[in-house]
């Protein structure tokens, strides 16, 4: 089969002929059809990150889409019919990953996709709207009638929360982003109102900017950003509001000041798709892949041959990108 490696970490993936993996007990093979290529994929390639250094080479990704393979024989696959998403733990433990033409999977971590669905359509939502999902909700509480706010609204999280925010009865969202680009995917994601994030950005100032947009006290922050941006995003916030956190793009610390804490009893949450258990997981992917085929929830994506995959792991490292990069083996 075809696989992107990483031979060194550090450096973009090569694209090379290796063996076909082994079916073992209970792991069947998948013949993938779309592989996203994520910050967390670069994280793990690094080298640097907090899982450890990697064994290479190995193949990256940390999730696909494709089709149980029902029989392997002399490098054939024949099709078992069944559309799935899957997880793996590729750069994170010893394994092999999703940018490849085939990947042996653990068969209870296989999660059935919808007739219809499209395949490259849910890799690129994948555990980035299960991320925005799950932190709106089962985190962040989101109520009917509520007003969030929602931080880098141009990433994919992002865009899915947007989307999402709407669908569980939010009465208005509205959008943060950096880029004029960003901006404009905000806002055709449905945001009420966008405000630009800018470089020279201070609290006061941003926080002035947030509640303009607002219709009132804002009572759930996304905030995938922290710094300055979590720090003004939580002066927007009614007495008992909650931001939930799910990353630190724009700075490991923020000057989110006690008085802004203690003088409205905000709660401030963290969260992360790791301790989602395996049937939270399950059935939020299921949940984000059935909006999908409804039409009612999308992400910015590009499709991108196997082949190309060096390229697009550099483009997706230096931020040369219009949305989520997907593999298409």
């Known amino acids: 089969m075809r696989a992107a490696r990483i031979v060194t970490c550090g450096e973009p993936p090569v694209v090379a002929e290796c063996p076909d993996p082994e079916p073992g007990p209970d792991e069947p093979l998948v013949r993938v059809l779309a592989a996203p290529i994520t910050p967390l994929d670069l994280l793990c390639a690094s080298g640097t990150s907090y899982f450890g250094t990697p064994a290479t080479p190995y193949v990256p990704g940390v999730q696909g889409v494709g089709r149980v393979a029902g029989a392997s024989d002399v490098g054939t696959v024949a099709d078992d019919g069944r559309l799935v998403w899957f997880p793996t733990r590729a750069g994170m433990a010893p394994g092999d990953g999703s940018m490849a033409e085939l990947a042996r999977v653990p068969a209870a971590d296989l999660v059935e996709l919808p007739a219809g669905a499209d395949p490259v359509a849910v890799a690129a939502l994948g555990l980035s709207a299960v991320a925005a999902y799950q ?96 720090a003004a995003a ?89 949305g989520r990069l997907v593999l298409t083996p």
């Not at 994919?156 to 509205?174: K, S």
């Not at 109102?193 to 996304?222: I, N, Q």
């Not at 009612?296 to 792991?313: F, G, K, M, Q, S």
């Open 135 to 230: 932190a709106l909700t089962w985190r962040g509480e989101l109520a009917a009638g509520e007003q969030v706010l929602v931080l880098g609204a141009g990433g994919a999280v992002g865009q899915a929360a947007v989307q999402l925010a709407r669908t569980h009865g939010a009465r208005r969202v509205v959008a943060a982003a950096r880029s004029a680009a960003a901006r404009e995917r905000a806002a055709e994601a449905g945001a009420d109102a966008v405000v630009a994030l800018e470089p020279g950005d201070d609290v006061a100032g941003l926080a002035a900017r947030l509640t303009a947009a607002c219709d009132g006290p804002v009572d759930l922050v996304l905030d995938p950003l922290y710094g300055i941006p979590a």
């Open 234 to 322: 939580a002066r927007t916030l009614r007495a008992g509001g909650r931001l939930v956190n799910l990353g630190g793009s724009a700075g490991e610390t923020s000057p989110l000041d006690s008085s802004t804490l203690r003088g409205r009893s905000l709660r401030v949450l963290g969260y992360t798709n790791n301790e989602l258990t395996g049937e939270q997981r399950a059935a939020a992917i299921g949940h984000v892949a059935s909006l999908a085929l409804e039409g009612r929830l999308h992400v910015t994506h590009e499709r991108i041959p196997l082949t190309d995959a060096p390229t697009a792991w550099h483009r997706q490292s230096t931020g040369t990108t219009s």
